[in-house]
């Protein structure tokens, strides 16, 4: 039986399913609407390619009344000209869905757990003595990995699965619509439905990386912005702004798994320095200069040193537990 969409059926349902929010019954529906004729399908991909470019860009003031009033005003304009305006309307309505999405789907009430009256002296603590990662099962069947000195606390009773992080932790969330989960860190608030990603606190700055999924970052008195699969960002607690950062190996420490492109080698030694504590230097500043691709999945640090040096045409050595790279700059 051929089921009947109202427009604004139809843009919640697109809405739902972008940020994440769409519950089985709900997708099966938009699924129909887009199947119906290729205009429906060819209006969701546009949607779709300027909600994405929307949230890249950054800095967008989300403001639903704003949006569907303008949505109202180009469905109304439209109508009164009687002529072909449809592809200019399907832009614009792809627009409003964007700003549409950022202020009903994605702002949730502000750091409600992390500033909110809930007791946490109580909650249980984990922390992880160890030089090597911690795996922790949480109640739920998330999965969180600590980095070395770090403090994970979470509630006994896990119902609003919240948790509070001071270090560093990768974090394998099971997706669940109606219970979202967050991670609270030095006055910022993560919030997802299911994903993986990356957290590190240090320094006055939390850090969020992506591997696979949605976050949604905020932080103290700062409009949240929404993070894809591949993005990440951070917060500094001093000049208290968010801005854009990315680091593909943001989560080498506990995977073990390096992907360097076109990576300058002063960034490949810092990342190998954090994760295996190694002392690397260099004979010549120019060395830092070279950039480098490769990837290395759980090898040993020293045949990454190897690798590099070979590729740059420079010289390792390793005396009184230090690294050394010794060459004139890069291989051309």
């Known amino acids: 039986?051929?089921?009947?969409?109202?427009?604004?059926?139809?843009?919640?349902?697109?809405?739902?399913?972008?940020?994440?929010?769409?519950?089985?019954?709900?997708?099966?529906?938009?699924?129909?609407?887009?199947?119906?004729?290729?205009?429906?399908?060819?209006?969701?991909?546009?949607?779709?390619?300027?909600?994405?470019?929307?949230?890249?860009?950054?800095?967008?003031?989300?403001?639903?009344?704003?949006?569907?009033?303008?949505?109202?005003?180009?469905?109304?304009?439209?109508?009164?000209?009687?002529?072909?305006?449809?592809?200019?309307?399907?832009?614009?309505?792809?627009?409003?869905?964007?700003?549409?999405?950022?202020?009903?789907?994605?702002?949730?009430?502000?750091?409600?757990?992390?500033?909110?009256?809930?007791?946490?002296?109580?909650?249980?603590?984990?922390?992880?003595?160890?030089?090597?990662?911690?795996?922790?099962?949480?109640?739920?069947?998330?999965?969180?990995?600590?980095?070395a000195n770090t403090e994970i606390k979470y509630p006994e009773k896990f119902d609003k699965r919240s948790v509070e992080i001071k270090g560093e932790a990768f974090f394998k969330v099971v997706y669940n619509p109606k219970k979202p989960f967050k991670v609270l860190s030095d006055k910022t608030e993560i919030e997802v439905l299911g994903t993986s990603f990356n957290v590190r606190q240090k320094n006055n700055e939390v850090f969020v990386m992506v591997e696979n999924g949605k976050v949604n970052f905020s932080a103290e008195g700062l409009a949240p912005i929404l993070l894809l699969s591949g993005k990440g960002a951070v917060y500094n607690s001093l000049s208290k702004k968010i801005r854009p950062r990315i680091n593909q190996n943001a989560s080498a420490w506990s995977t073990k798994s390096f992907r360097f492109q076109n990576t300058p080698v002063n960034e490949i030694i810092s990342t190998l320095t954090d994760v295996y504590a190694l002392k690397i230097e260099v004979s010549s500043e120019s060395l830092l200069k070279c950039e480098f691709n490769g990837v290395f999945d759980n090898i040993a640090p020293e045949n990454i040193l190897h690798a590099l040096s070979f590729s740059m045409g420079a010289k390792l050595s390793f005396e009184n537990g230090v690294y050394t790279l010794t060459g004139s700059g890069c291989n051309n």
């Open 1 to 147: 039986m051929k089921q009947n969409y109202t427009e604004n059926t139809a843009w919640t349902l697109i809405g739902k399913e972008l940020s994440g929010n769409i519950t089985e019954a709900e997708l099966k529906e938009l699924q129909g609407w887009k199947a119906e004729n290729s205009e429906h399908l060819k209006i969701y991909e546009e949607c779709k390619l300027i909600f994405d470019k929307a949230l890249s860009d950054g800095n967008v003031q989300p403001n639903t009344d704003a949006a569907w009033l303008k949505l109202s005003m180009r469905i109304s304009a439209s109508n009164k000209r009687k002529t072909p305006v449809l592809k200019l309307w399907h832009y614009a309505v792809a627009a409003s869905i964007a700003i549409m999405l950022l202020g009903s789907f994605w702002v949730y009430p502000q750091f409600s757990t992390y500033f909110g009256s809930e007791d946490r002296s109580k909650w249980l603590s984990v922390i992880n003595k160890d030089d090597d990662p911690k795996t922790i099962q949480m109640p739920d069947g998330s999965t969180i990995i600590l980095s």
